[in-house]
């Protein structure tokens, strides 16, 4: 029966990809967005401003022909004795002699004693104006008002009475301009005026985001810096940087360097304690062995034994003042392969097969600590298997790498897969060891942050699953 045993796995959370991180909470996004808004608020204003400003220009000097078309219509027109209105105006443009045009003028009596009407050649029939009851005339005996047209145009109208000689006989007289193509020239304007500016403002928006991307580009250097410190190319950030960010760079250099000198200290300290302690230790042993007898056996054995143990403490002191380094690095592939070439030597009974990715791994932190973990796995799986030990690296997500070793043993009953990792703990005293092998790997993998798994083998043996941090 195919039994499984995890021991507690060390979550480690998957970093994002970077331009996922990146461009949400990016500063070159918040300004380019901010600066983009800014500049398309502006050009709305901008672009109300100026037809708003051209309208009324337009309609004011639209008014003004009218105006002068009117009085210059009055002056063209008398009454003679009969009453009859006389006159022939030409009011000097084309468009009121073309009929239909939207451009007419018109003369009709306004008072007792004076008959006839006069109009453009282009008024082709009657158009009604208002009674003065609706739009009354001003002061001047003036007044405008909008109306349709023949063609269902919109006429904008100016109408004034006016009084032609001594006996108080007036007439009517009005002159009418196509407001529907001051309205299309309006319009025209508008959209020749919105794709200058579109154009305008896409430009100005371009040139603004590559300006604010070189402005950034110095903290874009500052992130490769430091991602060389980390991947250990670097040991500080090297390089001029603007005003702005020479602070911060200092600062973090500073960080750096404390980190390192914290990191040599507590190396000092550990190197100092193994020292001082290696040599009492070696004496014990040796005063027990040179004892000899029971007594001495077990004085020799214990000492052993608490060499072993000071030594693996010595090592988690030394891998927890450095797992939060960031100058590390240890490539996987060379280092995998030359400990399955030197336990190939040593155990040629045993096949031993490997797996590696076409891209080699990164494993973030010490090279001894790495060979240390690879060999007591291999040293445990070559010690128990029966023929065949299977070795693989494959990445996993992102930022980490799985390392799986396996063999075809009695591998571990679930009851007891705990206990294997029990510093001193064996399953089977028979075997040759110290019982501190799968501890120190589950020491080592947990200051590092990762996880150890220890699972039945497709082999019939164990299978031990490694997933540990790597540089990308």
Do not use: C
Not at 72 to 98: H, W
Not at 407 to 427: M, N, T
Not at 454 to 463: A, D, N, W, Y
């Amino acid at each position: 029966m195919s039994r499984r045993r995890k021991a507690e796995p060390l979550p480690i959370p998957a970093r994002k990809p970077f331009s996922a991180r990146l461009w949400p909470r990016s500063l070159a996004f918040r300004v380019i967005g901010f600066s983009t808004i800014w500049a398309i608020l502006t050009l709305i204003v901008i672009f109300t401003l100026i037809t708003t400003l051209y309208r009324q220009a337009s309609e004011r000097g639209f008014d003004s022909l009218l105006s002068a078309h009117l009085f210059n219509l009055i002056g063209s027109v008398g009454v003679s004795e009969s009453g009859q209105l006389t006159g022939a105006p030409d009011l000097g443009d084309l468009r009121f002699s073309e009929p239909n045009s939207g451009w007419y003028w018109s003369v009709e009596p306004a008072s007792e004693g004076v008959h006839g009407n006069l109009h453009s050649s282009s008024m082709t029939t009657t158009i009604p104006s208002p009674t003065v009851a609706e739009v009354p005339f001003n002061s001047s005996f003036q007044r405008s008002y909008s109306t349709d047209g023949i063609g269902d145009e919109q006429l904008e109208v100016f109408e004034s009475e006016f009084v032609l000689d001594a006996k108080n006989r007036a007439a009517r007289f009005r002159v009418m301009g196509n407001k529907t193509e001051l309205e299309q020239e309006i319009a025209t304007f508008q959209g020749r005026l919105l794709t200058y500016l579109s154009l305008f403002g896409v430009g100005m928006i371009a040139i603004n985001a590559i300006a604010i991307l070189l402005g950034l580009q110095p903290l874009g250097r500052v992130r490769n810096a430091l991602a060389q410190v980390r991947e250990g190319t670097a040991q500080r950030l090297d390089g001029r940087f603007p005003a702005e960010i020479e602070p911060l760079a200092n600062e973090t250099n500073a960080l750096i360097e404390n980190n390192k000198r914290i990191v040599e200290r507590s190396r000092t300290q550990v190197g100092n304690l193994a020292h001082s302690l290696k040599t009492p230790l070696a004496v014990l042993i040796n005063e027990g062995r040179a004892l000899g007898g029971a007594k001495g056996q077990l004085i020799a054995d214990q000492a052993a034994s608490m060499q072993k143990q000071v030594d693996h403490y010595l090592q988690r002191a030394r891998v927890a003042a450095q797992r939060d380094s960031v100058v590390y690095r240890t490539p996987v592939t060379p280092l995998v392969q030359r400990m399955v070439r030197v336990l190939q030597k040593l155990k040629p009974d045993v096949s031993l097969s490997l797996m590696l990715p076409a891209a080699d791994i990164v494993f973030a932190g010490e090279r001894e600590d790495l060979e240390e973990l690879l060999g007591n796995l291999l040293d445990n799986a070559m010690k128990w298997a029966k023929s065949t030990v299977a070795v693989s690296v494959t990445p996993a997500a992102a930022g980490l790498f799985e390392l799986s070793i396996e063999d075809d043993g009695p591998g571990i009953p679930e009851d007891k897969a705990r206990d294997v990792l029990k510093r001193g703990r064996r399953l089977d005293e028979t075997k040759p060891g110290t019982g501190l092998g799968l501890a120190i790997v589950a020491d080592l993998v947990n200051e590092y942050g990762g996880a150890l798994a220890l699972e039945r083998s497709t082999m019939g043996g164990l299978k031990a699953v490694v997933r540990l941090r790597s540089l990308q």
